[in-house]
């Protein structure tokens, strides 16, 4: 055996969600039975780009969760801030401003959101927990969008 060669260290099993996010995600769950909502989403998964260049500006980065109604379309993609995110507001701002800019609805808490807290940005009937509020945040027009991603792809380079 090499003496330069490195050795591999065993592999372990890897809790998939924090706490913090178990947590969300029973609540979004509660407020939208009749959703799906999936965990670690790849930006990769929600955006699609012509150009190679710009698929590297989003490649590796995930959304924490994403709400699909039962056409499986794309509702709302809901970010949360950890401790370790508070050193990356910036990118988590750039990262909003991507999915915004693709015309998704970004929801980003500061800590773990209350159910009410969902209800209320999710749920356009509060007795009624299968309609979800599909007025976007995101309804700028295509040239503000353009303009808006211009800005921040500028700050990224």
Same mark, same amino acid.
């Given at each position: 055996?090499?003496?330069?060669?490195?050795? !591999?260290? *065993?592999?372990?099993?890897? &809790?998939?969600?924090?706490?913090? @996010?178990?947590?969300?995600?029973?609540?979004?769950?509660?407020?939208? *039975?009749?959703?799906?909502?999936?965990?670690?989403?790849?930006?990769?998964?929600?955006?699609?780009?012509?150009?190679?260049?710009?698929?590297?500006?989003?490649? &590796?980065?995930?959304? !924490?969760?994403?709400?699909?109604?039962?056409?499986?379309?794309?509702?709302?993609?809901?970010?949360?801030?950890? @401790?370790?995110?508070?050193?990356?507001?910036?990118?988590?701002?750039?990262?909003?401003?991507?999915? @915004?800019?693709? &015309?998704?609805?970004?929801?980003?808490? &500061?800590?773990? *959101?209350?159910?009410?807290?969902?209800?209320?940005?999710?749920?356009?009937?509060?007795?009624?927990?299968?309609?979800?509020?599909?007025?976007?945040?995101?309804?700028?027009?295509?040239? @503000?969008?353009?303009?808006?991603?211009?800005?921040?792809?500028?700050?990224?380079?």
């Amino acid at each position: 055996m090499h003496q330069n060669q490195r050795q !591999d260290s *065993p592999l372990k099993r890897r &809790g998939i969600l924090t706490i913090s @996010e178990q947590i969300t995600l029973m609540r979004l769950q509660a407020v939208l *039975p009749r959703h799906t909502v999936l965990a670690h989403v790849s930006f990769d998964a929600l955006l699609t780009t012509k150009y190679a260049h710009t698929r590297r500006k989003y490649q &590796g980065l995930m959304a !924490d969760f994403v709400v699909l109604d039962q056409q499986y379309q794309v509702l709302a993609v809901i970010e949360i801030a950890d @401790e370790s995110s508070i050193n990356r507001l910036n990118q988590k701002y750039y990262q909003d401003s991507l999915l @915004e800019l693709a &015309g998704y609805k970004v929801l980003r808490y &500061g800590s773990i *959101p209350t159910e009410h807290e969902l209800r209320e940005d999710l749920v356009s009937d509060p007795y009624e927990s299968n309609t979800i509020m599909t007025t976007s945040s995101t309804s700028l027009p295509q040239t @503000e969008r353009m303009m808006k991603y211009s800005m921040f792809a500028a700050k990224s380079s």
